[in-house]
T-cell receptor, first 114, second 112 residues
Framework: DTAVSQTPKYLVTQMGNDKSIKCEQN?????MYWYKQDSKKFLKIMFS???????INETVPNRFSPKSPDKAHLNLHINSLELGDSAVYFC?????????????FGSGTRLTVV | GEDVEQSLFLSVREGDSSVINCTYT??????LYWYKQEPGAGLQLLTY?????DMKQDQRLTVLLNKKDKHLSLRIADTQTGDSAIYFC????????????FGTGTRLQVTL
């Protein structure tokens, strides 16, 4: 199936732990994003990679480190998890220079820090 | 930076039309979108409009864009209970560093 897929779908972990979320797209897109949706449903961009190069890095604690091994994958590693990191994290992708309606979102990873 | 605002809540009766409004601040926004999010689900692209258009119709959905006032609206005709969800407007500009900036979301409740 063509899509943006994220794993895991749910993640429950204790404060202080380190965890990773993975994202993969098979749409042939060259730009990938991480968005965070908080408990009030606000959606905010965190990072963007274009062809493995970091191009957007919003004000995010440096405990969050994205990595893009190739243009089809974008992972998010979070160190020393805090309660405030609990949120839904969405991965998205698009094709630069394509018709700009091409932002495709994954189904989200619900992270709960206890 | 870009600021995108929406009213938080809208309640309509089934069969009526719903109008969800959005205002944005950056006049260089080139592409404007409407996304739907059902409870516990991801973001579904409903429709989009380019900044050189005033209106776009897609079945029950009508998007109106007033560039002068930086105002975007989504009209849902014959609203059904299945339309109950959160609706986000989002704006973007062209370029490699393009990103979607989302509005605050409007929760649409459809009553019988």
């Amino acid at each position: 199936d063509t899509a943006v897929s994220q794993t895991p779908k749910y993640l429950v972990t204790q404060m202080g732990n380190d965890k990773s979320i993975k994202c993969e797209q098979n749409l042939g897109h060259d730009t990938m994003y991480w968005y965070k949706q908080d408990s009030k449903k606000f959606l905010k961009i965190m990072f963007s990679y274009n062809n493995k190069e970091l191009i957007i890095n919003e004000t995010v604690p440096n405990r969050f480190s994205p990595k893009s091994p190739d243009k089809a994958h974008l992972n998010l590693h979070i160190n020393s998890l805090e309660l405030g990191d609990s949120a839904v994290y969405f991965c998205a992708s698009r094709l630069t220079g394509g018709t700009n309606y091409g932002y495709t979102f994954g189904s989200g990873t619900r992270l709960t820090v206890v | 930076g870009e600021d995108v605002e929406q009213s938080l809540f809208l309640s309509v009766r089934e069969g009526d039309s719903s109008v969800i409004n959005c205002t944005y601040t950056d006049s260089s926004s080139t592409y404007l979108y409407w996304y739907k999010q059902e409870p516990g689900a991801g973001l579904q692209l409903l429709t989009y409009i380019f900044s050189n258009m005033d209106m776009k119709q897609d079945q029950r959905l009508t998007v109106l864009l007033n560039k002068k006032d930086k105002h975007l609206s989504l009209r849902i005709a014959d609203t059904q209970t299945g339309d109950s969800a959160i609706y986000f407007c989002a704006v973007a500009y062209t370029g490699t560093a393009s990103k979607l900036t989302f509005g605050t979301g409007t929760r649409l409740q459809v009553t019988l």
